[in-house]
């Protein structure tokens, strides 16, 4: 008869092992014998049926001994019940966001399993969301409540990957990440409001092209508490400004050698409306001595080296991860999706390196667009220097090109 017997393992409301035969009779551990045997006795047995039905097992849940001489019926819902709540348990465990675990549709499907003998989800969905809300992450309500160091900043591989922390930003980054930004000359930022936890203004995400891949991968992620906000504003429906601001963006094609006198020429445009772009100018100042001063321009110039540029990557990959939130997220929950992010890409990354899946095939279409207008405005300034043009003149020929990829470069892939 044993040999036949059904054994199912599950879980009292307590969290203490309990064993089901033939989705009948449940049984609750009772004793730990000195040979490492389970007791488990029926859970009638304190109860006034007093009933002293119990079984053994070894470690591998076989059957060593049991007693089937109940005193009582067996409780087919009640056992399923217990049987259905566990099983949901288990998922919810197992699942990197708790919150996000759908019980009813977990419960329909294992329902369909144990077939007719099945209660209703209302009987059980009390338990199983005050479980769920036990597994869900601490409240951080604030910056400040960050803590410095937690069991959540760690990858699925086990490593530490918050690598920063101050009262104004938080850094994750994994050695995995680590490594393809030292690795890669290409890297491609962007910030987004949208997927920011309740506790942060922004998040700011650095991504990396891998040239013999053909792939981008995100190499790290930064929380903020502040930022300029007041800039964008100033500029976004004023078209003089707005296209100050976006010429800004595209110096990095044009030749180095103009670069100072351009933005000296932006930056005198916008302070004719000084009264209208105050933050704006402030950005203007930061950006002088910290891009033009003290960073060498060629670290940051594409003009000879126009391979692979677009911030669309970036953008791309702010709106998936938008995709993923119904609303703002918590900051455990953020954390949690970027630790599973960080997994995917770490896979990914080695599987195409092993040449176990195939490189994704170049999509140029846009650094050609750039490439061949810069390639005309290089032309324009041989042409200008032959017939003995001022310098002046070459400004304002890499001034139009700017123009004119803020307007056709820009324009062009918004309407794909």
């Not at 009772?30 to 009638?44: A, G």
């Not at 409780?75 to 708790?98: C, F, G, R, T, Y």
């Not at 324009?380 to 123009?403: P, R």
Request: a positive charge; glycine letters at 2%.
């Amino acid at each position: 008869m044993e040999g036949n017997l059904k054994i199912d393992i599950s879980e009292t409301n307590r969290g203490k092992e309990q064993i089901i035969i033939d989705r009948k009779f449940k049984y609750n551990f009772s004793k730990l014998k000195k040979d490492n045997t389970k007791i488990y006795r029926c859970i009638e047995y304190k109860t006034l049926n007093k009933c002293k039905s119990f079984i053994i097992l070894n470690d591998n849940k076989e059957v060593l001994n049991y007693d089937s001489s109940h005193n009582h019926p067996g409780n087919e819902i009640n056992a399923s019940k217990s049987l259905i709540k566990n099983k949901i348990k288990d998922e919810i465990k197992k699942s990197l966001i708790p919150s996000d675990i759908k019980s009813k549709r977990i419960f329909d499907k294992i329902s369909q399993e144990i077939g007719y003998i099945c209660p209703e989800y209302k009987t059980i969905k009390t338990q199983i969301t005050r479980y769920k809300n036990k597994q869900l992450f601490p409240n951080v309500k604030t910056f400040d409540e960050v803590p410095n160091e937690s069991e959540y900043y760690k990858t699925i591989r086990g490593e530490y990957f918050m690598i920063f922390k101050n009262s104004n930003i938080i850094i994750f980054q994994s050695p995995f990440q680590a490594k393809l930004f030292m690795e890669n000359k290409h890297i491609f930022a962007d910030g987004t409001f949208l997927i920011a936890p309740t506790n942060s203004y922004q998040v700011f995400i650095t991504r990396t092209y891998v040239t013999e891949l053909n792939c981008f991968y995100t190499t790290s992620i930064l929380l903020m508490t502040k930022k300029n906000k007041l800039c964008y504003k100033e500029v976004k429906d004023h078209n003089i400004l707005n296209t100050c601001y976006k010429a800004i963006s595209n110096l990095c094609f044009i030749n180095i050698e103009y670069i100072p006198d351009i933005f000296n020429k932006i930056k005198n445009t916008c302070k004719r409306y000084e009264s209208t772009c105050s933050q704006f100018l402030i950005f203007l100042d930061y950006f002088e001595k910290t891009f033009l001063n003290i960073y060498n321009i060629k670290y940051w110039n594409y003009y000879n080296n126009i391979d692979h540029i677009t911030n669309n990557a970036s953008e791309s990959y702010n709106s998936y991860l938008k995709n993923l939130f119904v609303k703002k997220p918590s900051f455990y929950k953020l954390i949690y999706t970027i630790q599973f992010e960080e997994s995917k890409s770490y896979y990914d990354y080695h599987m195409r390196i092993k040449g176990i899946w195939r490189k994704k095939s170049r999509i140029s279409e846009r650094v050609d667009d750039i490439n061949i207008l810069v390639e005309y405005y290089k032309n324009m300034e041989a042409e200008l220097k032959n017939i003995g043009c001022s310098k002046n003149d070459i400004i304002e020929n890499w001034s139009n090109c700017l123009i004119r990829l803020n307007n056709e470069i820009i324009n062009f892939n918004k309407t794909k």
